[in-house]
């Protein structure tokens, strides 16, 4: 069995071995750069395969368009500013849902997380609330709030609220009270605790749950827009249904998975720059 060559090393004057040199900069972005290429080769393929069955006829297209057709439906529909409409008002739903349900979750985690009278009185009825499925309370929205804006909003916000609530609530109990105690010792009262302690030791899990949180308020968009809904790229797919015209349907589809892997991306962006001082374990290139 062949053993692995060993690190390059360096010698220095007194002829001990020094530490193994690092590999080269260039090198590891060049490692980095293959990996994503390589996680792109997949769903390519996917696509392809997708679009050669079609062509063959193995795909009907009242059943499941072309990607080709589809992009050319979202280009006709994007000239003829229809597109822009309906994406312009489903962005406006989504940002205010998220917007309520999370200062909502947030501020409510962050009273039962650091207060004990908080816990007693603002965990129970959220954990009892979360086991109900926010999407099966259409019927009682309804007749709550009415079919129109506020039906969508309320749908999106109870989906933001349930993961910010418990990731921040978790992320605060979470942190080791060691900390907490070695903060006190050194004279920050209460207040500075939470502000240079607790609040940044809480931030990871509230990233996470932001994150949580994005994924389930487009997926209470979709259902929230279809309805009695009369704009909204759900809107979109529902009226393409009813004329079997399955490229917008896909192309609704796809419109929201970019619009949540572009959340995802730009929250991801966030995290790092808001949390530079934690390290985490990461894969290396092979």
Same mark, same amino acid.
């Given at each position: 069995?062949?053993?692995?060559?060993?690190? +390059?090393?360096?010698?220095?004057?007194? &002829?001990?071995?020094?530490?193994?040199?690092?590999?080269?900069?260039?090198?590891?972005?060049?490692?980095?750069?293959?990996? =994503?290429?390589?996680?792109?080769?997949?769903?390519?393929?996917?696509?392809?395969?997708?679009?050669?069955?079609?062509?063959?006829?193995?795909?009907? +297209?009242?059943?499941?368009?072309?990607?080709?057709?589809?992009?050319?439906?979202?280009? =006709?529909?994007?000239?003829?500013? *229809?597109?822009?409409?309906? @994406?312009?008002?489903?962005?406006?739903?989504?940002?205010?849902?998220?917007?309520? &349900?999370?200062?909502?979750?947030?501020?409510?985690?962050?009273?039962?997380?650091?207060?004990?009278?908080?816990?007693?009185?603002?965990?129970?009825?959220?954990?009892?609330?979360?086991?109900?499925?926010?999407?099966?309370?259409?019927?009682?929205?309804?007749?709550?709030?009415?079919? &129109?804006?506020?039906?969508?909003?309320?749908?999106?916000?109870?989906?933001?609220?349930? +993961?910010?609530?418990?990731?921040?609530?978790?992320?605060?109990?979470?942190?080791?009270?060691?900390?907490?105690?070695?903060?006190?010792?050194?004279? #920050?009262?209460?207040?500075?605790? *939470?502000?240079?302690?607790?609040?940044? &030791?809480?931030?990871?899990?509230?990233?996470?749950? @932001?994150? #949580?949180?994005?994924?389930?308020?487009?997926?209470?968009?979709?259902?929230?827009?279809?309805?009695?809904?009369?704009?909204?790229?759900?809107?979109?797919?529902?009226?393409?249904?009813?004329?079997?015209?399955?490229?917008?349907?896909?192309?609704?589809?796809?419109?929201?998975? #970019?619009?949540?892997? #572009?959340?995802?991306?730009?929250?991801?962006?966030?995290?790092?720059?808001?949390?530079?001082? =934690?390290?985490?374990?990461?894969?290396?290139?092979?």
């Amino acid at each position: 069995m062949t053993r692995p060559a060993p690190a +390059p090393t360096t010698t220095v004057p007194d &002829g001990s071995a020094a530490a193994p040199v690092p590999a080269p900069s260039g090198r590891r972005r060049r490692r980095r750069t293959g990996a =994503r290429w390589r996680r792109v080769i997949s769903p390519l393929v996917l696509v392809l395969g997708w679009e050669l069955a079609s062509r063959a006829g193995l795909l009907a +297209p009242e059943k499941l368009s072309a990607p080709s057709e589809v992009l050319r439906t979202g280009w =006709r529909l994007a000239v003829d500013g *229809i597109l822009w409409t309906h @994406l312009t008002d489903s962005l406006t739903r989504a940002a205010i849902g998220l917007a309520i &349900g999370g200062t909502l979750g947030v501020l409510l985690g962050a009273v039962a997380g650091l207060l004990r009278i908080g816990d007693d009185l603002v965990d129970p009825p959220v954990q009892m609330a979360r086991m109900l499925p926010h999407l099966g309370l259409v019927p009682l929205l309804i007749i709550w709030v009415g079919i &129109g804006e506020s039906l969508k909003i309320t749908l999106v916000c109870l989906g933001a609220f349930f +993961p910010i609530y418990f990731n921040m609530y978790a992320g605060i109990r979470d942190i080791d009270v060691r900390l907490v105690e070695a903060a006190r010792t050194c004279g #920050l009262n209460a207040i500075q605790r *939470i502000r240079h302690v607790i609040l940044p &030791g809480a931030l990871p899990a509230l990233f996470l749950g @932001l994150r #949580l949180a994005i994924g389930a308020a487009w997926l209470s968009l979709v259902v929230g827009e279809q309805v009695n809904a009369q704009t909204g790229i759900g809107f979109l797919m529902m009226e393409a249904r009813e004329f079997s015209q399955t490229d917008v349907v896909v192309l609704g589809l796809l419109i929201y998975a #970019l619009l949540g892997l #572009l959340s995802d991306v730009a929250l991801r962006m966030l995290e790092r720059r808001a949390l530079t001082w =934690r390290t985490g374990v990461h894969v290396q290139a092979s």
